[in-house]
Every structure is written in C-alpha cells, then in structure tokens.
C-alpha cells in the first residue's frame, strides 16, 4: 500500500532512459574489466620472463664488425634508458667468461652421452617469472637450477630420433640427470663438473639461465683477467605503453626477438583500446546513476504532499527513506543481473573471436569485474539512501 501512494507519480520516460544507460554501462563495465585482465595476463605462466619484459642488444653493423662501434652496453647508458619515464626498470644479462660443457651424465641411463659447448647467461630475479623456490645456487649445492632453451630440447629429440632412440618429453627432461663442465679458457686443466638440474624451459631466451651466484662464482674461478662485457639488456616496460618503447628502440640502434615485440606490441594495443572502452563504461554508469538519483528527487518533489500527510498521521521516517532507497536499489540490481547476462553471452562470442585470431587468453571468469559492478551497487545504493533520507527530512 504504501509503494502504491509513493509512486503512482512517476514518468516513466525519464525512468526507463535511465535504466538503459545503466544497463549498457554496467555490461560494458564488466566486459572490459575482465578482458582488460585477460589481456594483461596473456601469455603468463607460459614463459619465464615477466610481464612486458624483452632482451635487447645493440644492432650489430659493418661498423661494429670492424671494430668501429660498441656493442656493449656502459652503465651510464642503462641509467639513461632506466630515466625514461614509460620504463619500470633495466637490468643488465650476465653472461660467462669461462669455458662451460653441458653432457648427460655417464650413469644416465636413459639418453646417450652427448656434450656440447653452450652459452650460460643471469638475469635479475625480479625479471622472471617462475614460481620455484629453489632458483638459487651456493658453493657444496647437489646441483645448479638452470631453465634451457627449448630449441635445445628439439635439437636433442632431433638427434636421438635420427639415431632411432626414444625421444624425450619436458617432464623426463627435468628428471634426467646432467653436469656442467667448467674450464679456465687460459688454463685448460684447472675445471670442475657440477651437477645441474632442468627447473624449466623457455622460447624468449638462446641461452641456458642460471642463478647469479652460480654465474658469478664462475666467473670469478674460471674467468681470469677476462673483462665482463654487458652485451644484453632485460627492459620492462610500463602497462599501455609499449610503442614508446619500441620507438626508443628504434633510436638507440637497439633490437629484441621479433615474438617479443609482437606481444608486447598486441598487449599494448588491445590493453589501451579495452582502457578506452572501460573509461567510457565507467562515465555511463556514473551518468546513468546520477540520472537515476535525480528521477528520485523528482519523485519526492512530486509527492511532497504525500510524505507530509504519511509522516503527520506517524510513519516512521525511516520507512519511507527505506521505501524509496530500496526501490531504486531493486532497479539498479535488476538492471545490473541483465547487463551480467549480456556480459556472458558478449563473452562466448569474443572468446571464440580471440582464440580465432590467435590471443589465447583465458577463458575462465575475471571476478574482479564482477567485483567492480557490487562496488558500483553498493555506491548507488548509499547514495540512494543518503538522498532519500535528505529529501524525506526536508519535509519532516
């Protein structure tokens, strides 16, 4: 009874634009929050390196081949590109000036012997993304952590297909037992064999990574009067701004792996087109939210009269603010279940429209989207109440 003296005032009109703008606010508000996450997390978990992170080197020319040019980098040179305003941060790659072997080792059993001469490299830990704790190495440890190129792996299944042995999977890999044989390239028989361990593999890096302890022990053993050069970067750069990057780049003569750039490059723009969408999403759910808090205060306005008489003949005032807040709250959760529910079809269609155009993101629910829209309900409804209860106490 009491709904039916307080709102047979209305103008529907008015009501049901707003209703409109709320609902296509709020599914486009989900939408993009959760394909805004998706994009950011393309691509983790699948590789070591973190998130809009690239080796760089210089580029090599005629005038580096003779000696004319530096391909190292100096320290004052990483500061002046850490300076740069859309960079988070710059570390130099280590790599080994000692002689090092990777074999299998004799009492293994399961693969041939085979050694090779390889190339070792460190980065910052702060620059990977693995989650093992054991990526660290000291001086009497049974073995050295290492994650290998997977090119390497392939050769090594090539080769032992080509001799019609067993091929090896990534799990076995990690399991089989291996050394490192490390020499002074100055003294051939000062060496040592360590015991080595695969942790996990990576396509963004030629070289086999090893803990920074391990690299500088070697280096300090095994290197002798041998200047340590930085010849590669590790740069990560901020969220939605990667072409800056890839501009300075292109003006320091620097160059990273093509499929480095191409993702960071696709995250960048998708991040700031879903950016836009999502500002956008935020103004019409603000706009469509103020337009419901004025239809309340129009209602009130209009039955001014009827708030009086019910507050003379002794309603509660807090029955009537709860009266109206919870009509709207009721249309503002309406609203926001159906955009939900459009949000869920839009994504099966955009699912299926990313994984056809190559971006594998995931496909389970980003609840922080869904998070973000009781945010925004739980804010209308406090404006609501707070509004009601204004324009109730006006007439009291």
Known sequence: MLNKILFRNQDKKQLIVAMIGAFMGITFLVTSIHYLIKVNEFGKGEEILGPNTIIVQKKVSNASTLNLTKTDFSLKEIEKIKAKSFIQDVKPVESNNFDVSFETDRTEKLVPYFRSDVFVQTVDADFLDIKVPNWKWKKGDAFVPIILPREFIVMLNTFMSAQDIPQVSDDLAMKLKFKFRLRDPNNSSKEEHVNVQIIGF?????????????????????????????????????????????????????????????VGRLKSVVGTLIFVVLGVSIIAVFVSGLVLIQYLQLLLSRNAYEVRTLLRMGYPPKDLIRSFSMYFMKIFGMVSVIGVGIFFVFKYFLDNMFETGGLYIGTDLAWMSIAALVLAYLLFGLSSYFNAKKGIFNEY
């Open 202 to 262: 990576t396509n963004e890096v030629s070289s086999i990574l090893v803990p920074s302890s391990f690299m500088q022990y070697g280096n300090e053993v095994y290197a002798g009067t041998i200047e340590n050069k930085i010849t590669q970067i590790m740069i990560s750069g901020k969220e939605s701004e990667f072409g800056l990057v890839e501009e300075m780049l292109k003006e320091r003569g620097l160059e990273s792996k093509n499929s480095q750039m191409v």
